[in-house]
């Protein structure tokens, strides 16, 4: 992830050979997409390179970014095989107005936007992302920062409590922050294997659940600490700045919080906002998107059967207007309001 990050939600599989990596809603990315022979895409979540390696294989140009270096050094291979067609560099999808201006990519054709955590992350139990691997608390997916265990060790557990709640969407949110109190008292969290233990204690779980009990924890966390909520929000609004008319944004997400942002964006870009007859400027309220297709399209049945991951994806795209575009308003996405990341006290466990 990330911008809010990088992400291809896919599965690697080995067949004798290199693994292959599976992104999901590929098909209907590249429909709503449409790349073709020299047009401009924006991949503002190249995570293992799976939405770009089929963007270049029609001949379009494909300046991703994703704010993980290592992700970027691992698609240094693809970048060679390609080297007049992808530019790769390292930075937050909210910043890609000012990095496809700086690379002499504006305005472009399409962005394209796989949101959440991606499977090389996920598997490797070193970055702190998954509870069914042991690894330090981390979740960083610029590897800079606080981490997952800052949180954990030193936010009131009030906090706590709201950030489990309202980003995890955990109902039990207070039981599982007042657990958490209450056991670094004694021993801080440094391991996601003990903090997955922890939860685990306080939910219990029933044979057969396909859902660990820590699940919505360990998402809170991490969209807490990469502050993936408002990065999309400027992602959508830079690239609403970004696109020529009748190009597309392509969004995937795999979680309402994201979806909802995402659904909001476009119900408000895409219908005529009423202006004042005492406001000159109507222009700036005119419609920025239209949608071609109403609603959300799923994976298929097929699709989920072979990659499990693919259950929860939602895709959402919109088409660019002539319009000119409007002023950020982060308003229309009703963020929650929680603690600052960068207010947390680092100096102790705080009850």
Do not use: W
């Not at 291809?8 to 590929?26: E, F, N, Q, T, Y």
């Not at 930075?91 to 796989?114: A, C, K």
């Not at 995890?168 to 391991?191: D, K, M």
């Not at 699940?215 to 966390?221: E, K, M, W």
Request: net charge neutral; glycine share 10%; charged share 25%.
């Amino acid at each position: 992830m990330t911008g809010r990050g990088t992400s291809d939600h896919g599965k690697d599989v080995s067949a004798g050979g290199p693994a292959r990596h599976i992104p999901v809603m590929l098909n209907e990315v590249l429909l709503a997409l449409q790349p073709g022979r020299g047009s401009a895409i924006v991949d503002g979540t190249f995570g293992a390179g799976g939405y770009t390696s089929a963007i270049l294989e029609t001949g379009a140009n494909v300046l991703a970014i994703d704010r993980d270096p290592a992700a970027i050094t691992e698609g240094q291979a693809l970048a060679g095989q390609y080297p007049d067609q992808l530019k790769l560099v390292c930075g937050r999808f909210s910043e890609m107005e000012t990095i496809t201006r700086e690379n002499g990519v504006s305005p472009v054709d399409g962005v394209v936007l796989d949101i959440g955590v991606s499977s090389m992350q996920l598997d490797q139990a070193e970055r702190g992302f998954s509870f069914m691997k042991d690894g330090p608390l981390d979740m960083r997916m610029e590897q800079e920062g606080p981490s997952a265990a800052d949180v954990v060790n030193h936010a009131r557990q009030s906090d706590l409590t709201r950030i489990i709640g309202i980003l995890g969407e955990e109902r039990q949110a207070s039981r599982i922050s007042g657990a958490i109190a209450r056991r670094r008292r004694s021993e801080p969290f440094s391991r996601t294997l003990d903090l997955a233990a922890v939860v685990e204690a306080v939910l219990g779980r029933k044979a057969g659940d396909r859902i660990h009990p820590a699940t919505r924890t360990f998402q809170a966390l991490r969209i807490f600490v990469n502050r993936e909520l408002e990065e999309l929000t400027h992602a959508l609004h830079g690239a609403e700045r970004l696109l020529a008319a009748g190009g597309r944004l392509v969004v995937v997400t795999f979680h309402s919080l994201e979806d909802r942002i995402v659904k909001r964006f476009f119900a408000d870009r895409s219908k005529q906002a009423a202006v004042s007859r005492h406001l000159p400027q109507a222009a700036e309220r005119a419609k920025t998107f239209t949608l071609e297709k109403r609603g959300v399209m799923t994976a298929t049945e097929v699709e989920i059967e072979q990659n499990p991951r693919s259950r929860s994806a939602k895709l959402r795209y919109g088409i660019r207007t002539e319009s000119r575009a409007r002023d950020e308003d982060l308003s229309i996405f009703g963020l929650p309001n929680l603690v600052k990341l960068d207010d947390l006290d680092m100096r102790g466990a705080v009850s």
